[in-house]
């Protein structure tokens, strides 16, 4: 069993309406909690939140959806199903990866139509490596997913287990890059299955093999994107967790927690005070062990994840080799990791995650118009360029960036640039991220698993932490897993080895399509000084601000019951010599 919270916890309240506080509010709920969920802005979403600008409906944090079960276990605690209300699109290809040689591969998720696809692009070895590492990261992620990854840990001693061998004898604490090396020979091929070490923010030659458990994601389980961008999943579960009785206040910011001694017994916003029995907190780490007044001592100082510079830009025009994601990789690679995460300094020859979500929903933008997502890691404030020095560097560091993509293909981008807005290290600051990165601590051996922050504070007897700087850690899967943990900590549920409400099946498709996006969503308070390329000067993004929610207080008992939705097999991909690369294709990850 996991180790519960002592007393009573039926009032929780969660700060922050991200996927941790959501997927927290939903399976606490499910429990017969009574919840109230606290956000700062005016809509939920936390990193994965929206900009509406001049028409075009930006999501502002990741944009690679995986796992998308892992979601609806949340939505099936209430009874309800994610697939009633969010439509997914399962994105063939899921990426498009180009190279500088001039060479593309199209990363399908089902077997045959990427061994086709490798086979064309490198010759039938590679083929026949790829299904072997295929079968390798399919049993990777067998052997991790139940004991390591969707656990809380009480002790290093839970890594005990029958699965730790399993692990070790699948070479799992070998090093990234030279297992995938195993299986395949092409150094270009390799990149596409270990550049995901990027976001645990550990460079594949010094990351854990472990890690492959992030391409089985991405490229075996399957890339979805819902219709209305990814913020319809934060909102889909809000919308869950208020038909389920949670009262969410928007627009309302957290200045402290009242104790009595070990004990938090209100959290205080800016409007008022919330009584409460238990509290789950899931802003970064800095901010919640503020509000605790309580900082865990760890042997040794937290490393940080590199960071992200990103231009959201509505264009008159697009590019048609471009997927929905286009991974396009420089030339160097094993300096680029030693820039991002030793040197701190930005890339000199940039490998870029390139997301076109209107090639999937067109309505994304006006008629007619593209939208263009231009994410390039960088170094983290810790040990490059520091906050401040964005203000001039970011411009700078744009126009360097579009000059690169005109080289790359994007004849153009920028005189078809019509609206914009450019995020930087020094935006994430602002929000609180510690080392102004958006993807928290990394993922060091040193900070993983049990040896990662825990979910739970020493001197806070009744508060749990969840989101991406906790266990299990980085990305939209784990982040919403966090929640999930969290949850467990409250109300005692098992937290080794659970049983789902539905089995996972990577298999999994939504049935049918839920509820259309809804216009004019408020804009997240960070981004309203950002700039836009149609005003001569920067200007505030406004949008109206809506009250809260209101709800009704919820009974005790358990949430209204709801029949789940059917889920058919996943269509495999097409064969690869029928695929039109022209056509609409495929996390850039932040949450």
């Known amino acids: 069993m996991t180790r519960a919270l002592p007393g009573p916890t039926d009032h929780v309240v969660v700060v922050g ?32 939140g929206r900009l509406d600008l001049a028409g075009y409906r930006i999501d502002t944090g990741p944009t690679v959806l995986t796992m998308p079960e892992l979601a609806d276990e949340a939505f099936a605690a209430v009874g309800d199903s994610l697939y ?95 297992r995938i090396g195993h299986f395949l020979s092409d150094e270009r091929l390799r990149r596409v299955f270990s550049f ?19 391409a089985y994601m991405d490229t075996v389980a399957g890339v979805y994107f819902p219709r209305g961008g990814m913020h319809a999943l934060p909102r889909a579960m809000a919308e869950a ?55 865990p001592r760890r042997p040794l100082r937290l490393r940080h994840s590199p960071s992200a510079v990103v231009l959201h830009a509505g264009t008159d025009r697009t590019w048609p080799h471009l997927a929905h994601h286009t991974l396009s990789f420089g030339a160097a690679w094993h300096t680029t990791f030693d820039e991002l995460t030793r040197a701190g300094r930005l890339m000199s020859d940039p490998s870029l995650l390139i997301t076109r979500p ?57 005189a078809a640039i019509e609206e914009e807005c450019l995020i930087t290290p020094a935006d994430w600051h602002t929000q609180g991220h510690a080392a102004g990165t958006p993807f928290s601590a990394a993922h060091t051996f040193a900070q993983t698993g049990p040896f990662r922050p825990r979910n739970l504070v020493r001197g806070t007897e009744n508060a749990v932490l969840a989101g991406c700087g906790t266990t299990p850690g980085v990305g939209v899967p784990t982040v919403l897993l966090s929640g999930k943990l969290a949850a467990a900590r409250v109300t005692g549920a098992p937290g080794r080895g659970a049983t789902s409400s539905r089995p996972f099946a990577t298999a999994a498709l939504p049935a049918r399509a839920g509820a259309p996006a809804r216009p004019g969503s408020p804009v997240p308070s960070v981004f309203r000084t950002l700039t836009r390329k149609a005003a001569a000067a920067p200007r505030a993004l406004e949008a109206p601000r809506p009250g809260p929610t209101g709800a009704p207080e919820p009974p005790a008992s358990s949430p209204r019951s709801r ?11 097409p064969p690869a010599d029928l695929t039109d690369p022209t056509a609409p294709a495929t996390e850039g990850r932040t949450g």
């Open 563 to 573: 029949p789940a939705a059917p889920q058919p097999p996943v269509p495999e991909s």
């Open 241 to 295: 967790a208020t038909d389920a009785g949670a009262e969410l206040r928007y627009g309302q910011r957290v200045t402290r927690l009242e104790r009595s001694a070990e004990r938090i017994t209100a959290v205080v916003t800016d409007t008022g005070r919330i009584p409460c029995d238990a509290v789950v907190l899931t802003p970064d780490l800095p901010v919640a062990y503020r509000l605790l007044g309580r900082r």
């Open 17 to 48: 309406a991200g996927l941790a506080g959501l997927s927290a509010a939903l399976h606490l709920l499910g429990a017969g909690r009574r919840v109230t969920v606290v956000e700062r802005e005016d809509l939920p979403g936390g990193r994965a």
């Open 196 to 214: 995901q070490a990027l976001y645990a923010g550990v460079p594949p030659a010094r990351a854990l093999a472990a890690y492959a458990v992030i």
């Open 358 to 414: 209107t090639a999937t929903d067109p309505g994304l933008a006006p008629p007619g118009r593209h939208l263009h997502y231009i994410l390039a890691p960088c170094p983290n404030t810790a040990i490059g360029p520091h906050a401040a020095a964005w203000s001039d560097l970011g411009p700078r560091y744009r126009d360097t960036l579009l000059r690169e993509l005109e080289r790359r293909g994007l004849g153009g981008i920028e």
């Open 84 to 178: 009633e209300r969010v439509h997914l699109v399962p994105l063939h290809p899921a990426y498009r990866a180009c190279f500088a040689d001039g060479s593309s591969l199209d990363v399908h998720t089902g077997a045959d139509a990427m061994a086709a696809e490798v086979e064309r692009f490198a010759g039938p070895a590679e083929a026949a490596g790829y299904r072997r590492l295929r079968d390798w990261l399919e049993r990777v992620y067998r052997a991790q997913m139940r004991r390591f990854i969707d656990v809380n840990f009480d002790s290093p001693l839970g890594l005990l287990n029958a699965d730790l061998a399993r692990l070790a004898a699948l070479g799992g604490f070998s090093r990234l890059d030279a």
